[in-house]
């Protein structure tokens, strides 16, 4: 039950933005994942609803996000998505959230359906960016139906030669001096025909050692 329910996409999935792309990305200083978004699908009184959770999970010192993309359904408009209240951990103002098909371009690479613009305010010591330990997650609903969390799992429209990507971020302050920046992007995790073996084998290898 434990694996079925980490390779469930339609329910749950965890995307580790833990590698950077693009010329002259300086990579965030700590341990990855420096970023974190989770989708998980929603039941009882809010089914057919996901929960969107951005999480600062591994930046460090004065590093902080001013961008972060994502995607939905090809098939679906992502105009009609609506944004809940958001519930947040740290001092950061909200962002502003934008939404049209394969759009917005993501630096060096990937034209992606949602943006969210972080605050880049160094007033009040930059009480107000998305930096180090930062939460913020959104109940979000569809006009035309009900959505998962597998609605979410889809790559950007290729605008490059580096992604795609589910999703990416662009990370500011990098670097030793704070004066560099970073492309950052989730990590591919097998599909379901590899997960298949993955999961085959460890159970062949099981069911040797038993016998």
């Given at each position: 039950?434990?694996?079925?329910?980490?390779?469930?996409?339609?329910?749950a999935a965890t995307y580790q933005l833990s590698e950077?792309?693009?010329?002259?990305?300086?990579a965030p200083a700590g341990k990855?994942?420096?970023?974190?978004?989770?989708t998980t699908s929603l039941s009882g009184a809010d089914a057919g609803k996901v929960q969107l959770e951005f999480y600062a999970s591994g930046l460090t010192g004065k590093e902080y996000v001013d961008e972060w993309y994502l995607n939905i359904d090809p098939a679906l408009d992502p105009k009609n998505l609506s944004f809940g209240s958001a519930v947040k951990t740290g001092s950061f103002s909200l962002p502003?959230?934008?939404?049209?098909t394969d759009f917005y371009k993501a630096g060096p690479d990937g034209k992606f359906d949602i943006k969210l613009i972080f605050?880049?305010?160094?007033?009040?010591?930059?009480?107000?960016?998305?930096?180090?330990?930062?939460?913020?997650?959104?109940?979000?609903?569809?006009?035309?139906?009900?959505?998962?969390?597998?609605?979410?799992?889809?790559?950007?429209?290729?605008?490059g030669i580096y992604g795609p990507y589910h999703t990416a971020a662009h990370v500011l302050a990098t670097g030793p001096d704070a004066s560099g920046s970073a492309w950052v992007n989730s990590v591919p995790e097998p599909g379901p025909p590899l997960q298949a073996l993955i999961l085959g084998t460890v159970l062949l290898t099981f069911y040797r050692r038993r016998c």
């Open positions: 039950m434990l694996i079925s329910s980490t390779i469930d996409r339609a329910s950077t792309y693009g010329i002259g990305s300086v990855t994942p420096w970023l974190t978004l989770t502003t959230i934008s939404l049209a605050s880049t305010s160094n007033a009040g010591g930059g009480i107000n960016r998305f930096t180090v330990g930062d939460k913020l997650s959104y109940k979000v609903s569809y006009s035309g139906g009900p959505i998962t969390a597998g609605s979410f799992d889809f790559f950007s429209k290729p605008e």
